[in-house]
């Protein structure tokens, strides 16, 4: 009714979402209340990965108590030992990560760390923009990432914002290069 108007021109990128899917092994051997804890956490991280990557990925959670804490092979393998403190959304993440190639892969460690800092520019953009701080730089070594890295349960803050920007820059790893499969 008043008339057309412009605005400056802009562009942006879309994406697909994400699919992780999950498999339990020997799930019926899994005790219920370490299952429950297990799928949730799970539920959340697959929840999270699927909002916020483009990552197309199937993983399978062994719960095996010979593992202190938790690993994760590149092959999509993911296993969790009897302490609770690990059972929860930050460790999947952090064991995803894992899964797409963050510290299982040589194009990692070869390429992306060098000197202790992450150079792909994808991840470090997301962190700028996620942090609003123009300077900030992830930081690396041949197994782990930091800030948002959620590098052991004392890492695990719990908060639903650090979950969303670990997994935007666990995309700009996918965006970076990490080898996903």
């Known amino acids: 009714a008043k008339g057309t108007y412009y ?4 562009s942006f990128q ?8 999950v498999n339990y092994h020997n799930q019926s051997n899994i005790p219920a209340d370490v299952f ?3 799928k949730a956490m799970a539920d959340h991280g697959v929840k999270l990965l699927e909002e916020h990557t483009s990552i197309v990925k199937t993983v399978t959670i062994e719960y095996n108590t010979g593992v202190q804490t938790a ?12 302490n609770a403190s690990y059972q ?9 990560a894992h899964t797409i190639g ?18 792909g520019e994808n991840a470090n953009l997301a962190l700028r923009k996620a942090t609003n701080d123009p300077n900030a730089q992830l930081k690396g070594d041949a197994q782990h990432f930091w800030p948002y890295g959620i590098n052991g ?8 914002s650090d979950y969303i920007i670990t997994s935007l820059i666990i995309e700009g790893f996918k965006r970076d290069g990490v ?3």
Request: no cysteine.
């Open 153 to 160: 349960a004392h890492e695990d803050t719990g908060r639903e």
């Open 71 to 82: 690993d994760a092979s590149l092959s999509g393998w993911m296993r969790w030992g009897s």
């Open 88 to 96: 929860k959304t930050g460790t999947f993440l952090h064991e995803f």
């Open 36 to 38: 429950a804890r297990l």
């Open 102 to 119: 963050a510290g299982t892969s040589n194009y990692w460690r070869e390429t992306l760390i060098k000197n202790g800092i992450y150079t």
């Open 7 to 10: 605005g400056s021109q802009g």
């Open 179 to 181: 080898p996903i499969n």
């Open 14 to 21: 879309t994406y697909n979402k994400g699919k992780i899917t």
